[in-house]
């Protein structure tokens, strides 16, 4: 049973991973053409409006997903009757962003808002039509399949993009590549998910799922709208070109943290809801995954912010230089967020979901308060200040709560990240240094540093041989055996 789950846990990292660092290859190809094409203006727009999208995605899966990966063995009614409450949902929210699109525009003065939030909102629809479909190929840990159809409906949407935003068609563009970056994996899960919903809606299975899934839907709620209150008071208090730097520098820093992240979530909470039972063996996996992801984005973060300048012309041009700073901060509170999934997943597989939606509340408002009042007392500075101060006040409470339900202490696991978190900070103080004493140009520069953190961080992790270093090691000969079986 151990190596079975192991093996499909390799599988789904394999998988996971390269749908994700595909799309992410997608997302820098579309970032460095579509930057060129649209403006700042055009993404503030679509960036002022993420808020309310992602609360109303939040709304119609309300934790119901969670509850249906969590359940050992959900029956042919608990999916039908998740099925059909998700397509009340979305008529429900869909009317209600509908009538409130005029008072948004309103709020941000831009009336074209109004127009964009409406067609925006079908995407509501097309959530809803599959979210069960993709919530079986999870559980089922099928992420071959996922990971394909992710990236071609990513490389079909890009195109269409490219081409009407060639065509001038600006914030539409982007509205469309959304559309279609839903819309196609939806119909592809329902012609290749056999499941298909009976006409019942069973208040039984509703109930059940809903005791665990409510406070999934709260803590994912708050969650939610903590991670984008930043772009609400930005688009408020500020114009949507600086909506627009911002959101920029959010994206290139998520294509990181969110990509990584999004690789070992997807696989760890089936994973962890299998050993739930195994609080030992929780907690070792807890740390294996921990160290594993510490060893890969603590120095790539620290790569990105010392090579952000150059990066940012490359890929996007001269114009989007102010984007730079916001995208410097960001990539430090992403050293957090790539981690965040890993405890968070853990507390809910554990079937804690009570528990989580409380300890939510109370982080979420420390990290409210702190960007809010950032943004009164320093302006976008001390919002910036704020986020990060989110994210890492998040982490911790995070690992307390593993530290009290699982068994893996807080004090363990900052040890176990604190050999690595060292080494990056100290490689990229040195890197730092030699360029400030070279004087050499910006791209000669760039190419130095990351040349010199690399030697660096491999020979320390020859030479000291740090445990993360070891675990990443170790799972080498089970990805071989597995590329060379495909």
């Known amino acids: 049973m151990a190596d079975s789950l192991k093996q499909k846990a390799v599988s789904g990292m394999m998988w996971t991973a390269f749908q994700k660092y595909s799309t992410m290859g997608i997302q820098f190809i579309s970032g460095i053409i579509l930057a060129r094409l649209l403006t700042p203006y055009d993404y503030g727009c679509i960036g002022m409006l993420t808020i309310f999208m992602v ?22 009614d608990d999916y039908s009757t998740i099925f059909f409450w998700n397509l009340f949902m979305a008529v429900v929210l869909y009317a209600v962003l509908y009538a409130c699109a005029p008072a948004i525009a309103r709020f941000y003065k831009i009336p074209l808002l109004s127009k964009v939030l409406r067609v925006q909102g079908v995407i509501l629809f097309i959530y809803a039509f599959n979210i069960v479909q993709r919530n079986q190929l999870q559980k089922r840990m099928n992420f071959k399949v996922l990971s394909i159809i992710t990236l071609v409906s990513a490389t079909i949407a890009l195109g269409v993009t490219i081409v009407m935003a060639h065509k001038g068609f600006g914030v539409w563009a982007l509205v469309t590549q959304y559309i ?43 969650n939610q709208f903590s991670s984008q209150i930043q772009g609400l008071l930005i688009g408020r208090y500020y114009n949507a070109s600086t909506m627009g730097y911002y959101s920029k520098a959010q994206k290139t820093e998520a294509m990181a943290s969110q990509s990584i992240m999004s690789v070992m979530t997807q696989v760890t909470f089936p994973l962890y809801a299998e050993m739930q039972h195994d609080l030992r063996a929780l907690g070792n996996t807890i740390k294996r995954i921990t160290m594993t ?10 790569i990105l912010i010392l090579l952000a300048k150059p990066l940012f012309i490359i890929l996007y041009s001269e114009r989007w230089l102010q984007s730079v700073p916001y ?108 360029g400030y004493w070279l004087h050499l140009s910006m791209y000669a520069d760039g190419a130095v540093k990351l040349i010199i953190y690399l030697a660096l961080y491999i020979g320390w992790s020859v030479i000291f041989k740090p445990e993360a270093f070891l675990f990443f090691r170790s799972i080498i000969p089970n990805i071989m055996k597995r590329v060379k079986r495909k």
Request: hydrophobic share 60%; glycine share 10%.
């Open 55 to 76: 609360l109303a995605e939040a709304f119609i899966d309300g934790g119901f997903g969670a509850a249906l990966i969590q359940k050992k063995r959900p029956s042919q």
């Open 180 to 222: 279609l970056v839903a819309a196609i994996p939806a119909f592809a899960f329902w012609f290749i998910v056999k499941w298909r919903p009976k006409l019942v809606f069973s208040w039984a299975s509703f109930k059940e799922l809903f005791s665990f899934g409510f406070y999934m839907f709260l803590t994912n709620l708050i």
């Open 293 to 302: 992801l510490s060893y890969f984005a603590f120095p790539l973060f620290f």
């Open 327 to 434: 995208f410097q901060v960001l990539c430090i509170a992403g050293l957090a967020g790539c981690l965040h999934g890993v405890n968070i997943q853990a507390i809910s597989a554990i079937g804690k979901s009570k528990i989580l939606f409380g300890w939510t509340v109370l982080k979420r408002i420390v990290g409210l308060g702190a960007v809010v009042l950032g943004l009164v007392f320093f302006g976008m500075k001390g919002l910036l200040v704020g986020v990060v101060i989110n994210y890492w006040f998040a982490y911790f409470v995070n690992i307390g709560m593993v530290s009290k339900y699982v068994g893996y202490k807080w004090y363990r696991q900052v040890g176990d990240l604190l050999p690595v978190l060292i080494a990056s900070v100290v490689i990229a103080a040195i890197c730092y240094l030699i």
